[in-house]
């Protein structure tokens, strides 16, 4: 039946299936290059706050551009020879913004990655993964963070600030 034959494809299977039936997408290098996927994991927004950054929001912000065009300026050897904006700036499940905000945490406060994870929900490796991408960076444009008085390592004691000092309810 020719209706049959069109539905299934040239192995016999149904289309966006292998032979084994496992299901495949097609791969679109324009679409991947082109459309940024949604963060996987938005940051608490107490985390944002200047008392736990050691910046005003404008700071941050400025302090954000300043990363982004380092590394658009200085791209990491790519043996691809399209244009890598896309790749630099998205590198993993983090955003640039919360790469760079889970980096002046960990040196502000000297909080451990594993209580980073914990907090933002991401998937394990990737706080490290953006701490380290993100310091030389920061060392590369003369950027140094401050430390904060005291330390906060857990989870509980970011937290602990964030109630303390009644900014979770800050809206951003």
Same mark, same amino acid.
Request: glycine content about 6%; some cysteine; overall charge positive.
């Given at each position: ?11 016999? &299977? ?14 679109? =290098?324009?679409?991947?290059?082109? &459309?940024?996927?949604?963060? &996987? ?7 944002? =706050? ?12 400025? !302090? ?15 043996? =691809? ?15 640039? *913004?919360?790469? !760079? ?33 993100? &310091?030389?960076?920061?060392?590369? !444009? ?19 600030? +964030?109630?303390?000092?009644? +900014?979770? *309810?800050?809206?951003?």
């Amino acid at each position: 039946d020719h209706s049959v034959s069109t539905q299934l494809g040239r192995e016999g &299977t149904a289309p966006g299936t292998t032979p084994c039936g496992h299901s495949h997408r097609p791969r679109c =290098h324009l679409a991947a290059t082109t &459309t940024a996927p949604s963060p &996987t994991t938005a940051p608490p927004a107490g985390l944002r =706050h200047p008392t736990l950054t050691g910046m005003q929001d404008s700071e941050f912000a400025a !302090l954000l551009a300043s990363v982004e065009r380092y590394l658009l300026d200085h791209p990491p050897i790519s043996l =691809h020879h399209k244009p890598a904006r896309y790749r630099i700036l998205r590198r993993g499940p983090l955003s640039l *913004s919360d790469r !760079l905000l889970v980096t002046v945490i960990h040196h502000r406060w000297k909080t451990q990655r594993q209580a980073l994870t914990r907090l933002l929900g991401s998937p394990r490796g990737a706080v490290g993964d953006a701490i380290h991408e993100v &310091t030389p960076v920061l060392d590369g !444009l003369g950027r140094r963070i401050p430390p904060a008085p005291i330390t906060a390592p857990t989870a509980q004691d970011l937290t602990n600030l +964030i109630d303390k000092s009644n +900014i979770k *309810s800050r809206s951003y």
